[in-house]
């Protein structure tokens, strides 16, 4: 069984940075697609980046692109979200997760990855 573990959430002022990290156990990631997702209160869930390492796919969504980075430490069996210039409407829980099935579905964000972590909560505030 594949576990996910996010960290590094919490309260920042408008413009700052944030990195989120997600280490996994029960299973290597170097292949896996991977990504990140987030809820709103009030809103249903969204996939913010998503990577696929075996064909270097990387998607993004469009609120989120130029400011988030998604990547992988494949030693340390990592992912991370580098989050900047970080807006009140970035505010949300945010989920890890990671799927060995490779298919568009996984590429781009949709919400069929089988494993997920159990959230960080993210709150951009001044």
């Known amino acids: 069984q594949v576990q996910l ?3 590094g959430g ?18 290597t990631l170097d292949y896996y697609a991977i990504g990140w997702f987030r809820q709103a209160p009030g809103k249903e869930r ?7 390492a075996s064909d270097g796919n990387i998607w993004h969504a469009e609120s989120v692109k130029g ?7 494949n030693a340390e069996n990592t992912v991370y979200l580098q989050m900047n210039s970080l807006k009140p409407e970035d505010t949300a829980v945010y989920y890890c997760t990671a799927d ?17 972590g159990q959230g960080t909560q993210v709150t951009v505030s001044s």
């Open 5 to 7: 573990v996010e960290s």
């Open 10 to 27: 919490g309260l920042v002022q408008p413009g700052g940075s944030l990195r989120l990290s997600c280490t996994a156990s029960g299973a």
């Open 46 to 52: 969204e996939g913010v980046s998503c990577s696929t």
């Open 67 to 73: 400011r988030f980075t998604i990547s992988r430490d």
């Open 100 to 116: 060995p099935k490779i298919d568009r579905y996984r590429r781009t964000c949709r919400q069929f990855y089988a494993y997920w």
